[in-house]
């Protein structure tokens, strides 16, 4: 059965940089996102792309340091985030869905999460 698998969350200083990895074997016709919820918020969109490449893009407050990618052939989405603020704490879920967009409502699949925590 088809899963997603976010790995790379942990621990680091504002300022610092990350790159989490989603494991998305079977996924190739979906678009795929990145979305994060932090404490005592809603669940918001972060960024999304298409396997091709054709369409890609990202939420106002992260543009022009985090980068989302594609590696086809290791069937693996990333999202490298630089210059990271303490507001960019959270638990970040990879998503796919034949819709996509900057919505929720656009992905049917979901991973676990992983925990993403930027200290002063």
């Known amino acids: 059965q088809a899963q997603l698998v976010e790995s790379g969350g942990g621990l680091v200083q504002a300022g610092g940089s990350l790159r989490l990895s989603c494991a998305a074997s079977?996924?190739?016709?979906?678009?795929m996102g990145w979305f994060r919820r932090a404490p005592g918020k809603e669940r918001e969109f972060v960024a999304a792309m298409t396997w091709n490449g054709g369409r890609l893009y990202y939420t106002e407050s992260v543009k022009g340091r985090f980068t989302i990618s594609t590696d086809n052939a290791k069937n693996t989405v990333y999202l490298q985030m630089n210059s990271l603020k303490l507001e960019d704490t959270a638990v970040y879920y990879c998503?796919?869905?034949?819709?996509?967009?900057?919505?929720?409502?656009?992905?049917?699949?979901w991973g676990q999460g992983t925990q993403v925590t930027v200290s002063s």
């Open positions: 998503a796919a869905g034949y819709i996509g967009g900057n919505n929720d409502r656009g992905y049917d699949y």
């Open positions: 079977g996924f190739s016709r979906y678009t």
